[in-house]
């Protein structure tokens, strides 16, 4: 009986334990697009400066004011961190699909990247349909790999693939002209692109490859927290918070090299602040499919 | 914890449903089947690598003991030593990246071919130094005794040193062969789509990172351990009688 009352208090609601230490462990990312570090300590980005204000919020619940304690969180450790505990939530890059649905829980999905792809505006590629005898870079370990596979298929098109290691590899086989073009999410294609030498001589066209619904993800089996940071979201979105903090980090100047990513809010994100939800990718892909 | 599923090789690549018999045929491809695509990517890798190793290196270690040829062995030094003391992962890039800028005909040649020179010349440069400690092993009566009879140069290399010299190195040229094995995992850098790269990919899609993982460890160890096989048999055949290692009272 008493173990099974310390077992309550170890995996007591976040809100909770948020309530009695005034301490919030946010999980940030240090270099995503949505989320990454400007040196010293300081993580900035869309996702992250929206986490901080869904901590005001909770502050406001709370009573008192919340202290932030950043962890810095990757690919491989984020679900197991927010699975233990170490984390109360994280807001980065983490796509909402079915699989991790099983291990966490996802807030309402804030940003949609659309699967697209980025080409030299010499080459005259408009399409996926051009690719056909054409060398196309992709990243290695990212699902862009294989919806291309898919649209080859479905396209009865035929080119071939080279795997960068990392993003930035697979841009410089873009650059360096030892691929024709770059399939990737679009706020990492407009990232690379504005980071390189002639950001001109660049362009993201074609036709959207697949969605990548990115969400805050949060322990599953806490209804609780899951409606404080749900609604806090929702406010934003309807208070045009939001889209203010879009403006900010995606069409204007950003740190660290004051470049503007120049990346309109697209269909779908628009689509998802219209209809604040939590579907996995699946339920877009699927939708993606029946067009 | 231990809960694995081994399924996930027979399924479809595209769809990811289960293929019967495990292997997909034409295009339709399973996971089983593209890891052995992946595993002939590095095979390919490590051998041609290993060849060019065995030759170069065999060439540099030899010009490095040659005696009265001072700059043919400043040549081998500075060839070894600049391709040992560079990390293997830098010399990649340097021949992928930086040495098709400064050649531009180099530029059309394919990464595997680039891939291939990193990680033999890389491989050349530690079996020059093995091959040269095995000829200086030797006692300097036998090159003496070569000339002795009359041979020139390349006749007392080529049939008195070398023969001895090679056999006292196997046990080291077994590690390095094995070695390039492990080496080749590098290719995964620049784009050739072999073992590592392929755990890499498929571990994401399929979400099962550590069968994907376990599978492909379990053929880096068979390709290195056919290797050791094969020079352990090539040390057996190629042993004279009543020679030790080292011809130096040695054999405990």
Redesign the interface.
């Given at each position: 009986m008493k173990k099974q009352k310390q077992l309550l208090v170890l995996t007591a609601l976040s809100l909770a334990r948020i309530k009695s230490s005034g301490v919030v462990n946010l999980g940030v990312r240090d270099s995503s697009g949505l989320a990454f570090t400007i040196g010293g300590g300081k993580y900035v980005g869309f996702h992250t400066e929206m986490a901080e204000r869904i901590i005001d919020d909770l502050s406001k619940q709370a009573g008192k004011p919340l202290k932030i304690n950043y962890q810095v969180i990757t690919s491989q450790n984020r679900v197991p961190l927010v699975q233990n505990g170490t984390i109360d939530f994280e807001c980065g890059s983490t796509t909402n699909n079915a699989a991790r649905q099983k291990d966490v829980a996802f807030a309402v999905t804030t940003f949609v990247d659309e699967v697209r792809t980025a080409v030299k505006t010499s080459s005259g590629i408009k399409s996926v349909n051009d690719l056909n005898g054409k060398t196309v870079a992709v990243t290695t370990g990212t699902t862009s790999v294989q919806h291309l596979r898919r649209h080859e298929r479905g396209a009865n098109i035929d080119f071939k693939t080279v795997q960068g290691k990392d993003h930035a590899d697979s841009f410089l086989l873009l650059e360096s002209g030892r691929a024709d073009a770059f399939v990737m999410d679009g706020s990492i294609l407009a990232a690379s692109i504005s980071k390189a030498k002639n950001p001109k001589d660049f362009a993201i066209v074609g036709e959207v490859l697949s969605v990548e619904p990115i969400a805050c993800m949060l322990r599953k089996d806490d209804p609780k927290m899951k409606e404080a940071l749900d609604n806090s979201i929702k406010r934003q979105i309807k208070d045009g918070s939001l889209a203010k903090l879009y403006d900010k980090w995606f069409m204007q100047p950003i740190p660290p090299n004051n470049v503007a990513l120049n990346m309109p809010l697209n269909e779908s994100t628009k689509a998802a602040w219209a209809t604040p939800n939590d579907k996995p990718a699946e339920a877009y892909s699927s939708k993606l499919l029946a067009k | 914890m231990l809960n694995m599923d081994w399924q996930v090789f027979c399924q479809d690549?595209?769809t990811g449903d289960a293929v019967a018999g495990c292997l997909g045929s034409g295009?339709d491809i399973t996971y089983l089947n593209w890891i052995f695509t992946a595993w002939g990517w590095t095979v390919s890798v490590s051998l041609t690598a290993l060849l060019i190793a065995l030759l170069v290196g065999s060439l540099i270690g030899v010009i490095r003991t040659l005696p009265d040829s001072p700059w043919l062995v400043r040549l081998g030094n500075a060839w070894v030593e600049m391709f040992r003391n560079v990390p293997l992962l830098v010399q990649i890039f340097l021949w992928y990246?930086v040495m098709?800028t400064l050649v531009p005909p180099m530029?059309d040649l394919p990464?595997f071919v680039l891939v291939v020179l990193a990680l033999g010349f890389f491989t050349s440069a530690r079996i020059a130094e093995q091959v040269r400690a095995g000829i200086q092993a030797l006692p300097k009566g036998q090159r003496y005794a070569g000339m002795a009879m009359g041979f020139t140069t390349f006749q007392y290399y080529r049939y008195v040193l070398l023969p001895m010299a090679y056999r006292i190195i196997i046990p080291p040229l077994t590690s390095e062969s094995m070695n390039i094995f492990k080496n080749s995992s590098v290719a995964?850098?620049v784009?050739i789509?072999e073992l590592t790269?392929y755990a890499?990919?498929v571990?994401?899609?399929t979400?099962r990172p550590i069968e994907i993982y376990l599978a492909v460890t379990v053929l880096y160890v068979i390709s290195a351990l056919v290797i050791n096989r094969i020079m352990a048999f090539v040390e057996k055949r190629a042993r004279v009688p009543g020679f030790v290692v080292a011809g130096t009272g040695g054999g405990h």
């Open positions: - | 690549t595209l295009r990246h098709p530029r990464p995964f850098a784009s789509p790269q890499m990919q571990g994401e899609e979400s």
